[in-house]
Nanobody, 121 residues
């Protein structure tokens, strides 16, 4: 059974920093892309940042220059360093990973349980 375990959420003041971690385990296939999504109350889930197995990253415009996604392939772990946090960043943050079975080709998507990030004074 594939599990994605997230950690690092919490309460932080505006301008502060948090680092989220997510470790995947139990996948019979190599983890490919990894990403962070977030969902604020009353809003749809949105992609925050994604990173390929080769390290190429992309971000939603609202976090560019403030958030950095990285990964350790040996540990099947993805990180999200969040700096200069704003109240608008308050949301539940979800980790997502995908794995590929080559023959026959099939993609599997896995989700973490979510971790709350609250930015408030």
């Amino acid at each position: 059974q594939v599990q994605l375990v997230e950690s690092g959420g919490g309460l932080v003041q505006p301008g502060g920093s948090l680092r989220l971690s997510c470790t995947a385990s139990g996948s019979p296939f190599s983890i490919n892309g990894m990403a962070w999504y977030r969902q604020a109350p009353g809003k749809e889930r949105e992609l925050v940042a994604a990173i390929t197995s080769g390290g190429s990253a992309n971000y939603v415009d609202s976090v560019k220059g403030r958030f950095t996604i990285s990964r350790d392939n040996a540990k099947s772990t993805v990180y999200l360093q969040m700096n200069s946090l704003e109240p608008e960043d308050t949301a539940v943050y979800y980790c997502k990973a995908d794995a590929i079975r080559a023959f026959p080709w099939q993609r599997f998507d896995y989700w973490g349980q979510g971790t709350q990030v609250t930015v408030s004074s």
